[in-house]
């Protein structure tokens, strides 16, 4: 990007390291791997993971595959929450995030097919 050599996904991973190196309290992640491919996003996701073990954190994504393992998961639209859990229990509920689950595993089956 912009003549550095360095790309989205690589920026991000760098951007994950230096959360590493500051060791915070609160953790806030912001579409951490809103512009990357698959193989970098499992790598973000396997360092997130490890970051956030251990310490309060809000990850923001629309990528759920990012936050499948959270403790609780907080459903937002149109600004307001409208449901909260565990995946498994937000898949149960056949809710708003079911429906965005579903059609994101769509995407990514007819994107692979």
């Known amino acids: 990007d912009e003549g550095t050599g360095v790309s989205a996904g690589e920026k991000q991973l760098i951007t994950i390291a230096r959360a590493f190196l ?7 992640l912001d579409e951490a ?3 990357v491919d698959t193989r ?7 360092a997130m993971a490890k970051l956030a073990h251990g310490r309060t954190s809000f990850v923001i994504a629309h990528r759920l595959s990012t936050i ?3 403790d609780t998961i907080l459903v937002m639209e149109d600004g ?17 995030y079911a429906r ?3 059609a994101q595993f769509a995407e990514a089956v007819a994107e692979v097919g």
């Open 22 to 28: 500051s060791d915070p309290v609160i953790l806030v």
């Open 33 to 35: 791997t809103s512009s």
């Open 40 to 46: 970098t996003e499992v790598l973000i996701q396997k």
């Open 68 to 70: 499948r393992d959270a």
């Open 80 to 96: 307001a929450i409208v449901e909260q859990g565990a995946h498994s229990e937000l898949l149960a509920a056949d809710g708003a």
């Open 100 to 102: 965005l689950y579903k």
